[in-house]
């Protein structure tokens, strides 16, 4: 399966930290994605990194990309509790399809 | 999402019953997809459609499962004879042109299948 993994499954962190969490997947890509889930529903996105990227920024998100370990890291800094969600990585192999992780579970506890 | 809904927002119906979940995208958008979530799952992709193409069906789990596109815009995802396993957040995204790869997710349908 192309399918990514999350790691961890679940994480809570009080407000004000940093939150890390990491993706590793299986094949090649052609770029890796974060989404982000609130409440079950509809997916949103979040950032993009290509692979001949190495790192991204995006406001607090951080996302690191390391194709020769088949990994990729989102780091959300100075976390709020609105950012209490489950974040999914994704990756795109071919020109259209993307495979998502299992997710994991963020709580910031105010 | 923007851009992208979905009907019904929620859907229970009985063992064995028929059902079609619609996905209403903007205009514009490149390609389809169809999306499936089990409880606390990540996504399994089921279809998705681009341009006139013949649709990609390789994430279809069943026969009972098929999906149209009508006019290049609305789509229909179908289940018939629907069992308890198929009890899912069904998920539409886009890709919206312009060269852009990510992918913009409607709000889902919640079926629940008693």
């Known amino acids: 399966s192309q399918q990514g993994e999350e790691d961890p499954q679940a994480l809570s962190i009080q407000e004000g930290e940093n939150a890390t969490m990491n993706c590793s997947y299986k094949?090649?890509?052609?770029?890796l994605q974060w989404y982000r889930q609130n409440s079950g529903r509809g997916l949103v996105h979040l950032i993009l990194?290509?692979?001949?990227?190495r790192e991204k920024h995006s406001g607090r998100l951080r996302v690191t990309l390391d194709t020769s370990k088949k990994s990729s890291s989102l780091l959300i800094t100075a976390s709020r509790a609105a950012d209490t969600a489950s974040y999914f990585c994704?990756?795109?192999?071919?020109?259209?399809?993307?495979?998502f992780g299992t997710g994991t579970r963020l709580t910031v506890i105010p | 999402g923007a851009g992208v809904s979905q009907s019904p927002s929620n859907k229970v119906t009985e063992k064995g019953k028929d059902v079609e979940l619609r996905c209403d995208p903007i205009?514009?958008?490149?390609?389809l997809y169809w999306y499936r979530q089990s409880l606390g799952q990540g996504l399994e992709f089921l279809i998705y459609?681009?341009?006139?193409?013949?649709?990609?069906k390789s994430g279809l789990p069943s026969d009972r499962f098929s999906a149209e596109r009508t006019g290049g815009s609305v789509s229909t995802l179908t289940i018939q004879r629907t069992q308890q396993e198929d009890s899912a957040v069904y998920l539409c995204?886009?890709?919206?042109?312009?060269?852009?790869?990510?992918?913009?997710f409607g709000p889902g349908t919640r079926l629940t299948v008693l």
């Open positions: 994704a990756t795109q192999t071919g020109a259209n399809n993307l495979f």
């Open positions: 094949t090649s890509i052609n770029n």
């Open positions: 995204a886009i890709k919206p042109g312009g060269g852009y790869n990510e992918q913009f």
């Open positions: 205009s514009g958008h490149t390609a």
């Open positions: 990194i290509r692979s001949n990227e």
């Open positions: 459609f681009q341009g006139n193409s013949a649709p990609d």
